[in-house]
């Protein structure tokens, strides 16, 4: 249930053009180092709990998701360092101040070991290759991807532009062969929504992202 409704926002999200725009990516810290995550690992965990988005956050089209989450990789395992969201404004002219919700979504915690959390982290670095303004659709000429059980991480994989960019199309063409896929296609065009093959597809490859990379 939860997993449909998620679904259905991030559809409406992009038929109104709300993820036709680059999104601010989560950071997480690996060995030492500080990079981009474009995967959001809180997202399943804050959708079970029914978490909703404190009144006084400012939400805009860049951050949809309304928050930020600083993560860290320690012993191979996914560790959240922090998560705050940007406070509302009185004046355009102002900045946002920023606030920690950490310890509101996990009382008495400093740092939380992300149990709840299977999938797949893609963490880009280096040039942009090709800036693309959708989601985290730009492309970097270097990749590293983490496989991830239950807040450990399994195994990572390094990669190339070229060699990310060929992955990510074998895996999205298993996906393409699964129940999941074809039923979700099927619901994107047809119907109400009545999308064009390459929005469903462009779609498809954006959100389940997470999935396709683990298979």
């Not at 805009?60 to 309304?66: A, K, P, T």
């Amino acid at each position: 249930m939860i997993r449909h409704l998620v679904l259905t926002i991030a559809i409406i999200l992009f038929s109104c053009g709300a993820f036709a725009t680059a999104q601010r990516p989560d950071k997480i810290v690996i060995k030492g180092e500080v990079y981009s995550l474009n995967t959001n690992p809180l997202e399943s965990y804050l959708n079970s709990i029914d978490w909703e988005l404190p009144e006084q956050a400012a939400i805009w089209s860049s951050n949809w998701r309304g928050y930020l989450a600083e993560w860290e990789v320690a012993d191979q395992k996914l560790v959240l360092v922090d998560m705050t969201i940007a406070l509302k404004r009185d004046s355009s002219k102002e900045k946002h101040e920023r606030k920690s919700i950490l310890n509101t979504v996990f009382p008495g915690e400093v740092q939380v070991f992300a149990q709840w959390y299977s999938g797949t982290l893609i963490v880009p670095s280096g040039k942009i290759i090709n800036y693309v303004h959708v989601g985290y659709g730009s492309s970097y000429e270097r990749y590293q991807v983490l496989a991830v059980n239950n807040g450990n991480i399994t195994k990572t994989l390094n990669f190339s532009h070229a060699e990310f960019i060929s992955y990510r199309e074998e895996k999205f063409s298993e996906f393409q062969k699964t129940e999941l896929f074809k039923k979700e296609y099927e619901n994107l065009t047809t119907g109400e929504h009545d999308w064009s093959n390459e929005e469903a597809l462009g779609f498809l490859q954006s959100y389940y992202a997470e999935y396709y990379l683990s298979l």
